[in-house]
């Protein structure tokens, strides 16, 4: 089983930027994609973003376009979150997940998951 550790969270204004970081301990047919989920105070989780590893296809949630980018070392087995522009709304404590899936869109395939780092933005 792969384990996922985060690191990066934490407190910014609005219009900052912050960086996570996901550390895979391996990769196996569990996570040939990997993905950012959140949750947000009172609400579910869900998807933000997500690449799989071979082809580095990307797929990010409408709420983050243009101002969030995904990336990954497959060198070092990590996943990275670049988070410009923050807004407010963008508060939640942010998961790492693995896919069995290639296809990040497959949001079902996640079934991995991270600790989670929690990310603050005021206003």
């Known amino acids: 089983q792969v384990q996922l550790v985060e690191s990066g969270g934490g407190l910014v204004q609005a219009g900052g930027s912050l960086r996570l970081s996901c550390a895979a301990s391996?990769?196996?047919?569990?996570?040939?994609?990997m993905g950012w989920f959140r949750r947000a105070p009172w609400k579910g989780r869900v998807f933000v973003a997500g690449?799989?590893?071979?082809?580095?296809?990307?797929h990010y949630a409408d709420s983050v376009k243009g101002r969030f980018t995904i990336s990954r070392d497959s060198a070092k087995n990590t996943v990275n979150l670049q988070m410009n522009s923050l807004k407010p709304e963008d508060t939640a404590v942010y998961y790492c997940?693995?896919?069995?899936?290639?296809?990040?869109?497959?949001?079902?395939?996640?079934?991995?998951w991270g600790q989670g780092t929690q990310v603050t933005v005021s206003s």
């Open positions: 997940a693995a896919s069995s899936s290639y296809s990040p869109r497959a949001q079902n395939f996640f079934n991995v």
């Open positions: 391996r990769r196996t047919s569990s996570s040939l994609s």
């Open positions: 690449m799989n590893w071979s082809g580095g296809f990307t």
